[in-house]
Antibody, heavy 120, light 110 residues
Framework: QVQLRESGPGLVKPSETLSLTCTVSGGSIISSSYYWGWIRQPPGKGLEWIGSIFYSGSTYYNPSLKSRVTISVDTSKNQFSLKLSSVTAADTAVYYC????????????WGRGTLVTVSS | QSALTQAPSASGSPGQSVTLSCTGTSSDVGDYNFVSWYQQHPGKAPKLMIYEVNKRPSGVPNRFSGSKSGNTASLTVSGLQAEDEADYYCSSYAGSNNWVFGGGTKLTVL
C-alpha cells in the first residue's frame, strides 16, 4: 500500500523560503504511471494545484505560482520536494502531496497534509 | 487559469438525491473528459470519488455518479446518508500537465 507523508517546518517567516518534502513509502517513485504533485489549501478555503513532477525530473507549475516554485525529485530517497520562495501570509495553508495518475489525470492518493504558517 | 466555479453550499435530506455543479471553460472542463471529484471531511485529506467525468474508484459507493455537459460537470449523490456530509471539490485537467480546482461545495445532510 503506497503512502505519502509530508514533512517540513510548520512556521516560516515572511520573505523566506518554504521547504517541504514528501516521502513515498510502500512503492517506488520511479513509475511511468504517475506524476507526483503538491496541492495547498488555505484555512477555510479551496484547493489550489501548485505543481507536479515526473520521476525523470520534468516539472509543471501553476502559472500563478511559477516564478516562486521549485519542485524536485530524489529517486534514491523516494522523495520529492517543494520550495516556495518569498512567502507572505497568503501562503499560509495546509500543503498536501498527492499522486496524479497519468492517463486518468486525477489525484488518486493524498498525504495527510501539513499546515505551514507564514508569520514573523 | 481560473478556478472552476462551484456553489458554496448544498443540502438534502437522508435518502434524497442532490446534484452539485462545477462550471469551467472551453479550455478545461469543456475540452477534456478528465473531470474528477473529491470528498473532504473536516480535518482530513481529500478523497477521490469520481475520475474521468463518471468513473468510480474501487470502494466508492455507486450512489455517487458524475456527468458533464459542455463546460459544466456534475456530481450526483443519490440516497443521501449522514456520512456524505462533507466538502466536495471538482477538478479538471487543463492541458500541458496543468490542473485546476473548484472552490468547493459544502454538502449538508439535513
Amino acid at each position: 500500500q503506497v503512502q505519502l507523508r509530508e514533512s517540513g517546518p510548520g512556521l516560516v517567516k515572511p520573505s523566506e523560503t518554504l521547504s517541504l518534502t514528501c516521502t513515498v513509502s510502500g512503492g517506488s517513485i520511479i513509475s511511468s504511471s504517475y506524476y507526483w504533485g503538491w496541492i495547498r489549501q488555505p484555512p477555510g478555503k479551496g484547493l489550489e494545484w501548485i505543481g507536479s513532477i515526473f520521476y525523470s525530473g520534468s516539472t509543471y507549475y501553476n502559472p500563478s505560482l511559477k516564478s516562486r516554485v521549485t519542485i524536485s525529485v530524489d529517486t534514491s530517497k523516494n522523495q520529492f520536494s517543494l520550495k516556495l520562495s518569498s512567502v507572505t501570509a497568503a501562503d499560509t495553508a495546509v500543503y498536501y502531496c498527492a499522486r496524479p495518475k497519468v492517463t486518468e489525470w486525477s489525484f488518486d492518493l493524498w498525504g495527510r497534509g501539513t499546515l505551514v504558517t507564514v508569520s514573523s | 487559469q481560473s478556478a472552476l466555479t462551484q456553489a458554496p453550499s448544498a443540502s438534502g435530506s437522508p435518502g434524497q438525491s442532490v446534484t452539485l455543479s462545477c462550471t469551467g471553460t472551453s479550455s478545461d472542463v469543456g475540452d477534456y473528459n478528465f473531470v474528477s471529484w473529491y470528498q473532504q471531511h473536516p480535518g482530513k485529506a481529500p478523497k477521490l470519488m469520481i475520475y474521468e467525468v463518471n468513473k468510480r474508484p474501487s470502494g466508492v459507493p455507486n450512489r455517487f455518479s458524475g456527468s458533464k455537459s459542455g463546460n459544466t460537470a456534475s456530481l450526483t449523490v443519490s440516497g443521501l446518508q449522514a456520512e456524505d456530509e462533507a466538502d466536495y471539490y471538482c477538478s479538471s485537467y487543463a492541458g500541458s500537465n496543468n490542473w485546476v480546482f473548484g472552490g468547493g461545495t459544502k454538502l449538508t445532510v439535513l
